[in-house]
């Protein structure tokens, strides 16, 4: 009798650490497809983007100088930006551009910005023509519209409020992406942040991957509108 108590007792134990060893492996591998990015180097992230074309608008002799300083970059700070031009705004890889969004909220903030990202357009193949900017405006709010290859688009309809930046900001950015899938385009502008420091950038699904794998996911680097939208309270 002894002996069969004992052998029912290592049965009852194993099946419970089997259980339980189960149960720990399905907590481990609660998501089996989301793999651990091992962190690259900065060699690599340049050689990465170089084959993925985030390079192919930089002018031939600017490109050594913004493949070092991507790779800096990320090798010192994990930060996806490269130089900016001389003295100026301009970053010499065609692709980011700087913004103040409160000089673009105000009404000659949106051509002097749509003039900016026409050198990107331009380095695309594609058309960006903007002409009959219309203003409608009272002391609580403001209709501001523009055509862009003959087609309307609102920068901003609404009442004003602190939000008001956020608005211009996303709009600006939307209407430029409405541009580049009319004309065929799979690049998009992606927002980063939004003030007296601004930045977006134009990237392809595939480099947004990139950097979303290989780079921080905060408030300084690239996403969705959407998650821009949601992280913003718009």
Not at 33 to 62: D, R
Not at 176 to 203: H, K, T, W
């Amino acid at each position: 009798m002894k002996h069969i108590l004992i052998i029912i007792f290592l049965s009852t134990f194993l099946a419970c650490n089997s259980k339980k060893d189960n149960a720990v492996s399905k907590i481990k591998n609660s998501n089996p497809e989301q793999a651990i990015q091992e962190k690259i180097s900065g060699k690599e992230v340049v050689t990465e983007l170089e084959k993925l074309g985030y390079f192919n608008l930089t002018n031939e002799s600017e490109l050594d100088k913004v493949k070092a300083d991507f790779q800096k970059a990320y090798t010192d700070l994990d930060f996806f930006q490269g130089p900016m031009r001389g003295e100026t705004m301009d970053f010499m890889d065609n692709r980011y551009h700087w913004i103040d969004c409160e000089e673009l909220f105000e009404t000659d903030g949106l051509t002097e910005y749509l003039n900016q990202v026409k050198t990107t357009f331009e380095k695309l193949g594609l058309e960006l023509k903007f002409e009959n900017e219309k203003s409608e405006q009272d002391q609580h709010r403001w209709k501001h519209t523009i055509e862009l290859n003959g087609i309307e688009y609102v920068a901003f309809d609404g009442q004003f409020s602190d939000l008001d930046w956020g608005i211009a900001y996303v709009n600006f950015i939307e209407m430029l992406n409405a541009e580049l899938r009319r004309q065929g385009s799979i690049e998009q502008f992606y927002p980063i942040n939004c003030g007296n420091d601004g930045m977006f950038v134009l990237l392809t699904p595939k480099q947004l991957d990139f950097v979303n794998r290989n780079y921080p996911i905060d408030h300084e680097h690239p996403t969705t509108m959407s998650n821009w939208k949601n992280r913003n309270g718009l």
